[in-house]
């Protein structure tokens, strides 16, 4: 009998290691697919970050100052290249390249309080008029700031521009440079601005204005005018850029 019960004692103490073993390994396996979920999670995240930041951008970290000049302009009304209350009394139309660093240097230093005042006031309204000065480049710069304003992001489009602005005439211009100028504007329908760029009434419309500041006697960019009581447009000179100077050079025109 002593054998026998010495044989159930170590059977049980077999069964009971086994069983011992077996819940060791479950617990392993349930600390890995713990931490491999953990992971999973992590990554998720990860992901959907990137992606929001990537969307929050204007979808390339290469374009710069996109959130900023979504805020300078968000709220105020654009339609086509004109931005400001449709009634605003005064006009101030503006002839410039896209390419000029001069027109560059008033659009980060002028326009912004413009915006700020003036226009977001609802007092004055800005018409960009393409003035297309250094050739084919800025031609098709105008055509896609046109095609954007089709899709009420011209003037997103052209402050995007000039703030990524590179040297002139050095075929930094290309399709895939002003796509993603156009998509960090916040263009919504590329494949339709693509065509829109490409047609002959932006291509005209370039030309038209660029004649336009020439009958004016515009020799440089950006260049300055003022629909009088008629619409017929006059050149109005500034003594500086300044918003102060523009205001002034508006009131003193009609």
Request: glycine fraction near 10%.
């Amino acid at each position: 009998m002593s054998g026998k019960r010495e044989r159930e004692k170590r059977r049980e103490e077999r069964i009971q290691a086994e069983t011992n073993a077996a819940g060791e390994e479950r617990r392993k396996r349930l600390l890995q697919l713990a931490g491999a979920a953990g992971l999973l999670v992590v990554v998720v995240v990860a992901v959907v970050i990137v992606i929001s930041q990537g969307q929050e951008s204007g979808g390339d970290a290469d374009v710069e100052d996109v959130q900023l000049v979504a805020q300078e302009l968000r709220g105020i009304p654009q339609q086509g290249l004109v931005i400001g209350d449709p009634k605003a009394e005064e006009t101030l139309v503006e002839f410039a390249d896209l390419q000029c660093p001069f027109c560059r240097d008033y659009a980060k230093k002028t326009i912004p309080g413009l915006l700020a005042g003036p226009v977001r006031r609802g007092e004055i309204k800005i018409d960009f008029r393409n003035y297309a000065i250094f050739g084919d480049e800025s031609m098709a710069a105008g055509a896609a700031a046109i095609a954007a304003g089709m899709q009420n992001r011209g003037w997103n489009f052209i402050e995007l521009f000039y703030r990524n602005q590179g040297t002139e005439n050095t075929g930094y211009i290309t399709d895939e440079f002003l796509t993603v100028i156009a998509k960090g504007a916040g263009v919504k329908d590329i494949a339709r601005w693509n065509v829109d760029r490409r047609s002959r009434p932006a291509l005209r419309e370039v030309a038209h204005t660029t004649n336009q500041a020439r009958a004016l006697g515009f020799t440089g960019t950006p260049s300055f005018a003022s629909p009088g009581i008629d619409g017929v447009l006059s050149p109005i000179p500034f003594s500086d850029y300044s918003v102060e100077s523009v205001e002034s050079a508006l009131q003193h025109s009609n």
